[in-house]
């Protein structure tokens, strides 16, 4: 499967700044954004800004099996980079 990568900065409540990636199978930025701010609720920060701005395509490439496996059960998979617990 080929995954579609979205390069993701936000601010969090505190002020830090988390980087992560949203992982999806279908190249859609908005559903991108929505899977992000999705996540982001679900760690307590849903007041966090998600735009265009913060969350932009990156790159398409292939993906590990239990990547795959989220992407398919959830939609997306988030890969945490900086400033995520």
């Given at each position: 499967?080929?995954i579609h990568v979205y390069d993701t900065?936000?601010?969090?409540?505190?002020?830090?700044?988390?980087?992560?990636?949203?992982?999806?199978?279908v190249k859609d930025e908005k559903k991108?954004?929505?899977?992000?701010?999705?996540?982001?609720?679900?760690?307590?920060?849903?007041?966090?800004?998600?735009?265009?701005?913060?969350?932009?395509?990156?790159?398409?490439?292939?993906?590990?099996?239990?990547?795959?496996?989220?992407?398919?059960?959830?939609?997306?998979?988030i890969y945490k980079m900086e400033g995520?617990?």
């Amino acid at each position: 499967m080929e995954i579609h990568v979205y390069d993701t900065y936000v601010k969090a409540k505190d002020g830090h700044i988390m980087h992560f990636d949203v992982f999806t199978s279908v190249k859609d930025e908005k559903k991108a954004i929505e899977y992000a701010k999705e996540w982001l609720a679900s760690i307590g920060e849903g007041d966090a800004v998600v735009t265009s701005r913060e969350c932009r395509f990156c790159h398409s490439q292939g993906a590990p099996e239990e990547v795959i496996e989220t992407i398919n059960k959830d939609g997306y998979f988030i890969y945490k980079m900086e400033g995520c617990n």
